[in-house]
């Protein structure tokens, strides 16, 4: 039973255009949202957040927008970078649950040149 | 601060040895998470330590598994009798007191090969 899904194992996109990275949630518990970045052989890193109660939250090149009645939330990137070339993880975050996170399976971002 | 470090970064081991790894997370977070990854998949939650007393653990957590945090600082992750199943990316992570949604920070993470 997958509460956190990611869709597209893949993306492929042309450098300066923009990044779509979709994601889908079953839990109406979730409180925040996060946004992890993985180069292979690292660790996850922490990229952006939502809170459940907003619909928007910018940072720089990277927007979060989360749409609760469709259970969906989708990570911008713009302009894209041969930098941004990693896999993308969405994660969500239960209330009450010691910050303990559920992850989606990832999608890999290839920024083309 | 040099962030979280993860002891070995590589692990090859035979079925039924048992294994060790050791995480030093960020000195003043007081929360430590050790998660599983395997290919094709996201991290999934193993067990949480706030200071020295381990909170939750997951159901994934066999009996094989046994984490300990014995100072509130650094922490290890045993296996015993490890199986092929066993094989996978363990993450560690820590995260501040306050404000945890934003704080996790995550080691590079130790691979476990079980031949």
């Known amino acids: 039973d997958q509460q956190v899904k990611q869709n597209s194992p893949s993306l492929s996109v042309q450098e300066g255009r923009i990044s779509i990275l979709n994601c889908d949630y079953t839990?109406?518990?979730?409180?925040?949202f996060l946004w992890y970045k993985k180069y292979p052989a690292e660790g996850p890193t922490f990229l952006i957040s939502i809170s459940s109660i907003k619909d928007k939250n910018e940072d720089g090149r990277f927007t979060v927008f989360l749409n609760k009645s469709a259970k969906h939330l989708s990570l911008h990137i713009v302009p894209s970078q041969p930098g941004d070339s990693a896999v993308y993880f969405c994660?969500?975050?239960?209330?009450?649950?010691?910050?303990?996170?559920?992850w989606g399976a990832g999608t890999k971002l290839i920024i083309k040149p | 601060d040099t962030g979280v470090s993860q002891d070995p970064r590589h692990k090859i081991t035979k079925r039924g040895q048992n294994v060790t790894f050791r995480c030093d997370p960020i000195?003043?977070?007081?929360?430590l998470y050790w998660y599983r990854q395997t290919l094709g998949q996201g991290p999934e939650f193993l067990t949480y330590f706030q200071n020295e007393a381990q909170l939750e653990k997951s159901r994934l957590l066999s009996d094989r598994f046994s984490a300990e945090r014995p100072k509130g600082s650094f922490s290890t992750l045993e296996i015993q009798r490890t199986e092929q199943g066993d094989s996978a990316m363990y993450l560690c992570a820590s995260s501040p007191p306050a404000r945890a949604a934003v704080g996790y920070t995550f080691g590079s993470g130790t691979r476990l090969t079980v031949v």
């Open positions: 839990n109406s518990m979730f409180d925040y």
């Open positions: 994660a969500a975050r239960q209330l009450d649950s010691n910050y303990q996170l559920i």
């Open positions: 000195s003043e977070h007081n929360r």
